[in-house]
C-alpha cells in the first residue's frame, strides 16, 4: 500500500518544514536551497504512517519563480497537503497552486494551517475561514483543516491520523501493466552511473526490464531499483521511485522525457483536449495564443487553437487543439495546465483527449460530437474509427493508458494482431464481396482473383492482410480455391459441346503423342482463358508450354512411371517412351514436370522416384 503526497502552497509557509518535522528528512536537497533557505526545486522525503502505510513526499516550491518546478511535481498525487501559514492567511501562491491541483483533478487533501504557534485562537479561526471559503468550488472543497505547528509540534499526530484516515479511503493506482515514469529529476552517481526519479504511475518496473526513453524512442535497460532510499527488485504504480539506468548518459535525458516499456506510448506535437479556463482568470483563452502546456514532468510551448469558439471565457469550458513546438509522450486522459509565458499565469487546465488528432476545421459540429465522446470516456472506440483498414492493437493503445483488456469491450471485430471497428470490418467484407463479383463476371472460366490483387483492390496493408483474408472465409465472404480467391457461389460452368469438348477430342484423340497444344487450340477453337479453366478444373494436365495431356492420360501415364521404378529402380525417356508407344518430345516433357513437381528426381539418364 503506496502513495505519493504532494505539498503545496505560497513561499515561506511552512511546507519544507513541516516535511521535516514530519519525516525527519530535509527536502531542501541542493546547496543553494540550504544556503537561501528557500525551497526551488523539488523536493522528496518518506514516511510511514501509523496504519503502516507508506507515502513518498513531493515538497514543491512556493515562488511565482519556480511554478514550472511545482507544476513537475504535482502530477501523480493521490493526495496533497495544501499549507497556508498562519500568520499571513491565503497569498497568491496558495490560490494559484490551489489551481493547479483543481485543473489536475488531485480530489484528496488536507488543508494544513502552519505556524500555528505564532497566533491566537481567534485569528486561527479566522484564517480557517478563509481557506475554506479559497478551497469552495475546488477538488478540495470541503477537506479537513488542520493547525500545526513545526515549533512546538501542535497538531503533527493529528495531521498523520488524519492523512491516514484520507488515504484509506483512496483506491490503489491503476495498475494497468502499462507503466510511466514522467522523468523529473537526471543524475549520476558514481558506481552506478545515470539515475532518473519520478512518481511512477499505471504500472510496475522490475529490475532487468527494457524500457524507452519518450519521446525518441532511446531503448534502456533498468539496472536498479530504489523506493524511499531503499534497494527493490520491483516497484507498482503510486510510488516515487529512482531507477538506475544502462545504456543512457545523463546527457541525453532531461526532466520531461517518459520512461516506458517499448512501443506503448506515443510521441506527439498535435492533441485534442477540452479545457476549463480558471475562474480568476486575467484573461481568457484566446484563439491562437501561445501558452506553455504543462503535463506530467514535462514542460512545451505551443499554440492553442479554440475549436468551437474565438475564445473561451474565465470560467468556461471549451474543446482544444494544441500544437506544440515539440513533441511530447503523452496518452489519452492525461491532465494538463496551460500557463501564460507573461506575465506568468495559470490561466487554464485540462485532459487530453486525442494524442493523434487530424487538423481540424474550426466551428465542426462532427469533431465536437467525436471529442464530446471521448470526454465521456469512449476514447478507444473513437480512436478505433480512425483506422478504416483496421489496426494493430498495439497500436490502437497507444492512444491511451488503458489497459489491454478494455480492447475486449470495444464494438469491434478482432482477429488475430489486428482490430477493425465493426464500421470498417463490415465495409472491407463488402468491398471484398463487390470487387469477387466484379472479377467473376469479367473472367468467369478463372477459378479466382490471385490474392495480391485483391490485397491492393481492398487497400488493406501486407501485414494485416492474412488476417483479413482469414476472416472473410471465416464469415463466409471468400473461399479459397487452387490458390485463389473467390466468392462461394462463384463456380467455373463449362458446358458439354463447345470449344472445351473440342479441345478433349484433340488432345485424347492419340493421349499419349497429342498435337502441340498450340495446335489443339487452333483445332478446337478454345484460347487461353479455357486452357486455365481446363487446367485447375484438373480435366487436363500442362505438362509444359506446349504439351498437354487430358486427365487420364497423364494419370496413366504416372502409374507407368512408377510400375518401371518399381520394376527396374529407375525410369529412362527411352523406357518410358517404349512403354506408352509415344513419341519423345511428350514424354521428355512429361518426365521434367514430374521433377519439377518433386515426383521424381533426375540422376544422369535416369528417373527415380522421390
Ligand atoms: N514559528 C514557526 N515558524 C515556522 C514554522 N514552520 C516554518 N517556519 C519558518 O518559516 C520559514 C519558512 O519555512 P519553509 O519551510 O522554508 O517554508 P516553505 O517555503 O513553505 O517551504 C522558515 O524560517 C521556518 O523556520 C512553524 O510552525 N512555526
Ligand atoms: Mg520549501
Not at 143 to 170: F, H, K, N, Y
Amino acid at each position: 500500500m503506496s502513495f505519493v503526497v504532494g505539498t503545496a502552497g505560497h513561499i515561506d509557509h511552512g511546507k519544507s518544514t513541516l516535511i521535516t518535522a514530519l519525516t525527519g528528512i530535509d527536502p531542501d536537497r541542493l546547496a543553494e536551497e540550504k544556503r537561501r533557505g528557500m525551497t526551488i526545486d523539488l523536493g522528496f522525503a518518506h514516511l510511514t504512517l501509523p496504519s503502516g502505510r507508506e507515502i513518498g513526499i513531493v515538497d514543491v516550491p512556493g515562488h511565482a519563480r519556480f511554478m514550472r518546478n511545482m507544476l513537475a511535481g504535482a502530477h501523480g498525487l493521490d493526495a496533497v497537503l495544501l499549507v497556508v501559514a498562519a500568520d499571513e492567511g491565503v497569498m497568491p501562491q496558495t490560490r494559484e497552486h490551489l489551481d493547479v491541483i483543481d485543473l489536475l483533478d488531485v480530489q484528496r487533501g488536507l488543508i494544513v494551517v502552519t505556524k500555528a504557534d505564532l497566533v491566537d485562537e481567534d485569528w486561527l479561526a479566522l484564517v480557517t475561514e478563509e481557506v475554506r471559503a479559497t478551497t469552495r468550488g475546488t477538488s478540495l472543497a470541503g477537506s479537513e483543516v488542520i493547525p500545526v505547528s513545526a515549533v512546538t509540534r501542535q497538531g503533527l499526530t493529528e495531521l498523520t491520523a488524519a492523512l491516514d484516515a484520507l488515504l484509506a479511503g483512496a483506491s490503489l493506482r491503476e495498475d494497468s501493466g502499462r507503466p510511466r515514469l514522467p522523468i523529473d529529476r537526471v543524475f549520476t552517481m558514481s558506481g552506478f552511473g545515470t539515475v532518473v526519479t519520478g512518481t511512477l504511475v499505471d504500472g510496475s518496473f522490475a529490475v532487468g526490464d527494457e524500457m524507452e526513453v519518450m519521446p525518441g524512442g532511446r531503448r534502456v535497460r533498468i539496472r536498479g531499483l530504489q523506493r524511499h532510499n531503499r534497494k527493490v527488485e520491483r516497484v507498482g504504480p503510486g510510488n516515487r521511485v529512482a531507477a538506475n539506468l544502462s545504456g543512457v548518459e545523463k546527457s541525453e535525458l532531461s526532466r520531461g522525457d517518459v520512461l516506458a516499456r517499448p512501443g506503448t506510448l506515443r510521441a506527439s506535437r498535435r492533441m485534442d483536449a477540452s479545457v476549463r479556463v480558471v475562474a480568476s482568470a486575467a484573461q481568457q483563452l484566446r484563439h491562437g495564443a501561445e501558452l506553455l502546456l504543462h503535463t506530467g514532468s514535462v514542460e512545451v510551448t505551443g499554440r492553442t487553437i479554440v475549436l468551437d469558439a474565438d475564445e473561451i471565457a474565465a470560467g468556461k469550458t471549451g474543446w482544444v487543439q494544441l500544437y506544440l513546438e515539440r513533441p511530447i509522450a503523452v496518452a489519452a486522459g492525461d491532465r494538463f495546465v496551460l500557463r501564460t509565458p507573461s506575465p506568468p499565469m495559470t490561466i487554464a487546465g485540462g485532459t487530453i483527449l486525442d494524442v493523434a488528432p487530424r487538423k481540424h476545421a474550426r466551428h465542426d459540429s462532427a469533431v465536437r460530437e467525436s471529442l464530446a465522446r471521448r470526454a465521456a470516456g469512449d476514447v478507444l472506440q473513437q480512436e478505433l474509427r480512425k483506422y478504416p483498414r483496421g489496426v494493430t492493437v498495439q497500436a490502437l493503445l497507444k492512444a491511451t493508458v488503458a489497459p489491454d483488456a478494455e480492447v475486449q469491450t470495444l464494438k469491434a471485430r478482432r482477429l488475430g494482431d489486428w482490430i477493425f471497428s465493426d464500421e470498417a470490418w463490415r465495409s472491407i467484407a463488402g468491398r471484398a464481396g463487390d470487387e469477387l463479383a466484379a472479377y467473376h463476371a469479367a473472367y468467369p472460366l478463372r477459378s479466382g482473383m490471385a490474392r495480391e490483387e485483391l490485397r491492393s483492390r481492398l487497400g488493406v496493408s501486407p501485414a494485416s492482410f492474412p488476417v483479413v483474408i482469414e476472416g472473410l472465409v471465416r464469415d463466409g465472404w471468400v473461399v479459397e480455391r487452387n490458390g485463389s480467391l473467390a466468392a462461394p457461389e462463384h463456380a467455373v460452368e463449362l458446358g458439354e459441346s463447345g470449344p472445351q469438348a473440342e479441345l478433349l477430342r484433340v488432345l485424347g484423340a492419340d493421349p499419349f503423342t497429342p498435337p502441340s497444344l498450340q495446335e489443339a487450340m487452333r483445332q478446337s477453337g478454345a484460347g487461353e482463358e479455357l486452357v486455365r479453366a481446363l487446367v485447375q478444373r484438373g480435366d487436363i494436365v500442362r505438362v509444359s508450354d506446349d504439351v498437354a495431356f487430358t486427365e487420364g492420360a497423364f494419370d496413366s501415364a504416372v502409374a507407368m512411371v512408377k510400375e518401371i521404378i518399381g520394376v527396374s529402380g529407375s525410369v529412362t525417356v527411352a523406357q518410358l517412351r517404349d512403354r506408352m508407344g509415344a513419341s519423345r518430345r511428350p514424354v521428355l516433357a512429361l518426365l521434367e514436370y514430374l521433377d519439377a513437381q518433386r515426383v521424381t528426381r533426375r540422376v544422369g539418364d535416369s528417373r527415380l522416384l522421390r
